[in-house]
């Protein structure tokens, strides 16, 4: 058995649920038995020696974590965990909290999975990504995964990590890694399109695309993050304190109090991207916000890049990512495509993850308590 706590179940963590109950109810579950035991959000708190009912999990909002649940209390949440007898336990970290990210140490010496789409341990300060990968590297477990903090449900971090555990020399990643930078792009940069830059992001932010303040995905910290985890997998000392950030928010729109406000103003700056578009597909090419990772000479960084119109970047369409590894042994890039964001395909890279936890750890454990 592999019991499953959740924190911070929201959207993402709503749909983890859903696929759990779903494989509960399946042929699989007889083989992988997986279960949730815990929720615990900023509020209220739930948990159990056993696992929770499909009827508790499908109302789980108000059943779990209704007004008659506990007050929440993350220190007896992992001490209760810790205290499970039966199978394997993993906390999923549903959050993007730093200060949560940083009790995964604490949790796994005491034993806890983790697993999370919360980049802010494996982007963060070096010292606690080391800590991590210390405390996770015994075969006997406890491990970490994280396979949803890049590109989602996509395989990118499992085959990167394949790449290197076989030896294979990384050259370069280079890859549009931003569903929101995808959206825009494709949409306001290609030939015969003719949008406004300010029109795209409008569209964007109504159709739930972008973040509530579309700056947080213009800046480029988002890809910065996701950079910096490839190539801190990839065994580089990388940093977002150190890596070149086109920050691609018209200077004087930085600083403007509200989202509103920063709207209302974007279409001052139309003519700046149109002129930038026009160059490029002047050229035969098209602008992309893309990522890189180099894997040589340290010249790893996050920019608007052309692309020509023969690339498969642009031939992107909708908000999909795609990442190009290119290798000693893939001197043509391993290219790995598809949906990079929602809550559904977030949930399928975590739950992939912890059927691969079940596998290792979560079967032949269990003994006379369960």
């Known amino acids: 058995m592999l019991n499953i706590a959740i924190v911070g179940p929201g959207l993402v963590g709503g749909a983890l649920i859903e696929q759990i109950a779903a494989h509960a109810q399946s042929p699989r579950f007889a083989r992988l038995p997986i279960a949730v035991v815990g929720l615990i959000n900023s509020r209220k708190m739930a948990l159990s020696n056993t696992a929770f009912t499909a009827a508790d999990l499908a109302g789980w909002q108000s059943t779990l974590l209704g007004d008659s649940a506990q007050a929440a209390d993350l220190s007896r949440f992992a001490d209760t965990l810790a205290a499970i007898e039966c199978g394997a336990t993993a906390i999923v970290d549903c959050t993007s909290s730093d200060a949560i990210a940083a009790l995964y140490p604490s949790w796994l010496t005491r034993g806890l999975h983790v697993v999370t789409p919360n980049k802010k341990a494996f982007s963060g300060d070096m010292s606690l990504f080391r800590e991590i990968q210390k405390l996770s590297s015994s075969p006997l477990g406890p491990t970490v995964y994280h396979e949803a903090t890049v590109g989602a449900g996509l395989p990118v971090l499992s085959t990167l990590n394949d790449l290197v555990r076989t030896g294979d020399r990384i050259v370069k990643i280079e890859g549009i890694f931003s569903g929101t930078l995808s ?19 409008a569209v964007a932010k109504e159709n739930g695309y972008t973040e509530p303040d579309p700056r947080d995905d213009l800046n480029g910290m988002d890809v910065a993050r996701k950079v910096t985890i490839l190539g801190r997998v990839a065994g580089l000392e990388i940093g977002t304190d150190t890596l070149p950030v086109e920050n691609i928010v018209p200077e004087s729109l930085r600083d403007v109090s509200t989202a ?13 991207f149109s002129q930038l578009n026009r160059e490029a597909l002047q050229a035969g090419s098209v602008l992309r916000y893309v990522g890189f990772v180099d894997g040589l000479n340290g010249q790893s960084s996050v920019k608007l890049a052309r692309y020509p119109l023969d690339h498969p970047f642009a031939s992107l369409k909708g908000s999909d990512n795609i990442i190009a590894f290119t290798t000693d042994r893939f001197p043509n890039p391993l290219i790995i495509q598809g949906a990079g964001a929602g809550a559904a395909v977030t949930a399928f890279g975590i739950f992939s993850d912890l059927i691969k936890i079940a596998e290792r750890f979560g079967s032949g454990l269990a003994d006379s308590k369960c």
């Open 260 to 272: 509103e406000e920063f709207m209302v103003r974007l279409p001052e700056f139309d003519e700046h």
């Open 183 to 201: 959206y825009l792009f494709n949409n306001f940069s290609a030939p015969g399109a003719t949008q406004k830059f300010s029109d795209c992001v």
